[in-house]
Structures are given as structure tokens and as C-alpha cells.
């Protein structure tokens, strides 16, 4: 269960970190431009190469493209928990090769920090996202197999353990918004899903009580709404522009979560293409206003559910190009602006 936050978004702009763009210089200023109180730090690849450096076990395929996972390496698997359980961070630490983004984002923040800037946003891959996509021997998913789950978890909470201890020598005593990519969360409610509630309740419960900061699930699929909620995440980030009407669908669960500090992200700007050429800022701003409003007639309390949200794309940016992807971001930026000004004096 999410415990009361004192953090209060008042409808901030921000956006997951996948970005089209392939400079990272570029990335990085188009970050802080657009998301000065809360930038992510910009990913320029779908890949989970960033990630892998310290998790025991795995087996690299280059032929297939493969990662799968191997159990029967126990002298890695000992390593790996000396590590964890001294926070060895530097085993973790996220290699410049393949992350080289991050260091380049650290130096602008050095450099020339946003004078509105409040927190730092980073994403990981969903523990439940990675852990079906991992496979191991005789085609089992780590998910199923509660050693590997614990790898995983492990190896991500030492990797945001490592980002925070690298922000902070920058930024001290900045906060941290962790969001976990988990598209495959729509699975539960599949009849031939076989993810019970209870277990992503637990990994999740695990994974938020070992990090500081403000624990978030993006989700960009539907999905039961009330798990989450009944979650340890302190934001939930959902497509508003497909299923503002579906969260709707679950007022009790929500006026629960936000009486104990839970927030919500609205993704109101979708990241489709053909939907951008016919979309406008103005049409967006009446469809988020319109989904909070199911809410407001469901009887959650208006102020505070617009001093507990965040403004969002729907999803990343990755498959648009630069100019499109800009434009998303401008859109979220300005519906940010436009909810503060008329609804929230003071911002």
C-alpha cells in the first residue's frame, strides 16, 4: 500500500525518457527545455544492454539476439548477493558505452540546472515486463522461477541505488521518480494470462520499499486498475488518451489511493503519428479535462485530484521523429501550463 506522500505534482509536466533522438547532446537540451521541473534522463534506445552489467546469470546469444538465463552458474549467483548485500554499487554502475546519455545529462545538470527543477525522472525495464521476456531452460520465463524474479529485482534496485548516488553528488538531496515500464501488466486481465494479482503486488511491494523516492508504473495498455492501486507505487502513469474512461471505471480504489498520497499521470498526448496529424493542443486539453471529470462526477475531490497529477505523452517517443516527438513534448508542456493557470492559481 502507497503511504501518504507529502510530494504534490500540481498537474507538472513530464515524460518517459525514450527518446527518436540519436545525439545525446541534443536529447539532453531538448529534455530540460521542455521538462525543466521534472526531466527524465533521455534514453536513446529500446535496448536493456544499460542494465545488465553486475546481473549474474545470463547467457548472451549474438547469433539468435538472445539473452536468456542460467541458474546452474552458482559461483556468479554468490558474487552477485556479496554485492548486493555490502551495496557493492560500483558492480551496478551503468557502463558509458552503452549508457552514455546519462553521464552527458549529469554534466548539463552541472552545468546549468533548470531553476524550477524539483525532481529527476528515470525509467527501468517493468519488473514483470523483464521477467517474461527473460527466458531460461526449457523455455521458462524468470517470472516463474522465484530465484531469478529476486535477480531481478535485485539487480534494478542496485541500479537505481547507483543513478541516485551519481545524481547526488550533482544534486544533492534531489528527488528521484522511478518509473517501471510495464506494458505487459494488461496480461492480468486476459483470460489466457496466467499473472496472479497477489504476486505483482509483492515483487512490486519489494522492489518500491528498497528505493527512495516516488515509485511510478507506467502502463500503457489496459488493464485491472485497482491492483495497482492496491500497490506500493506512488504514481500511476496510464494512457488518458485511450483510458481515462476505463480508469474511471474503479472511483473507490481512487479516492483511496489519493487519500493516501497516491498521484496520477495523465498521458493525454498520444504518440502516434497518423493521431498527431489530426490532433490539436486545444482538443487534448478538453479530452484530459473531460477524463478528469468522470472522476469529479464519481465524487473524488477536484482539488485534490488535480493537485495529485502529473501531465504526460501517453507513452514514449521513441517510434516518431525528432520534430514529431517535440511536438509532443510542446503539447504536454503547454496542457501543463494551461491546467496550472486556470485551475491551479500560484503555479
Given amino acids: 500500500m502507497v503511504e501518504k506522500a507529502n510530494f504534490r505534482p500540481r498537474c507538472m509536466a513530464t515524460t518517459l525518457p525514450t527518446m527518436p533522438h540519436r545525439d545525446p547532446e541534443a536529447a539532453c537540451r531538448a529534455m530540460l527545455k521542455y521538462f525543466p521541473e521534472a526531466p527524465s534522463i533521455p534514453r536513446l534506445s ?30 556468479e549467483l554468490m558474487r552477485f548477493y556479496e554485492q548486493v548485500l555490502s551495496e557493492g554499487l560500483d558492480s551496478f554502475a551503468m557502463s558509458p558505452k552503452y549508457a552514455a ?27 514483470l515486463t523483464w521477467g517474461l521476456s527473460l527466458i531460461g531452460p526449457e523455455g521458462r520465463p524468470a517470472w516463474y522461477d522465484p530465484v531469478m524474479r529476486e535477480v531481478i529485482v535485485q539487480t534494478l534496485v542496485m541500479k537505481v541505488k547507483w543513478q541516485q548516488k551519481k545524481i547526488r553528488e550533482i544534486l544533492r538531496g534531489a528527488e528521484m521518480m522511478i518509473t517501471l515500464g510495464e506494458p505487459t501488466l494488461g496480461m492480468m486481465s486476459s483470460p489466457f494470462g ?9 515483487v512490486l511491494g519489494d522492489f518500491f520499499a528498497q528505493v527512495e523516492g516516488l515509485g511510478c508504473v507506467h502502463c500503457c495498455s489496459n488493464m485491472d486498475w485497482g491492483v495497482l492501486m492496491k500497490s506500493s507505487a506512488h ?14 471505471l474503479y472511483p473507490a480504489e481512487i479516492r483511496a489511493f489519493l487519500e493516501r498520497g497516491g ?14 496529424r489530426s490532433e490539436s493542443r486545444q482538443h487534448l486539453r478538453e479530452k484530459l479535462e473531460d477524463g478528469m471529470e468522470l472522476l469529479i462526477k464519481e465524487g473524488i475531490d477536484r482539488q485534490k485530484l488535480l493537485e495529485q497529477s502529473f501531465i504526460t505523452p501517453c507513452c514514449t517517443t521513441a517510434t516518431l521523429t525528432v520534430e514529431r516527438a517535440e511536438q509532443v513534448f510542446e503539447y504536454t508542456q503547454s496542457i501543463s501550463r494551461e491546467m496550472r493557470r486556470d485551475h491551479l492559481r500560484g503555479c
Fill in 194 to 202: 496466467s499473472i496472479l494479482e497477489g504476486d505483482v503486488i509483492q
Fill in 101 to 127: 546519455v546519462f553521464y552527458v545529462m549529469l554534466e548539463a545538470l552541472k552545468n546549468s540546472c533548470p531553476p524550477d527543477f524539483r525532481l529527476i525522472h528515470t525509467q527501468l525495464p517493468g519488473l
Fill in 235 to 248: 504514481i500511476i502513469n496510464f494512457d488518458a488518451y485511450q483510458f481515462a474512461d476505463k480508469i474511471a
Fill in 263 to 276: 498521484m496520477l499521470a495523465w498521458g493525454i498526448v498520444p504518440v502516434a503519428e497518423e493521431i498527431l
Fill in 46 to 75: 529500446m535496448s536493456v544492454r544499460m542494465y545488465l552489467d553486475g546481473m549474474p546469470c545470463l547467457v548472451i546469444d549474438p547469433a539468435k539476439k538472445q539473452l536468456r538465463y542460467d541458474l546452474s552458474r552458482e559461483e
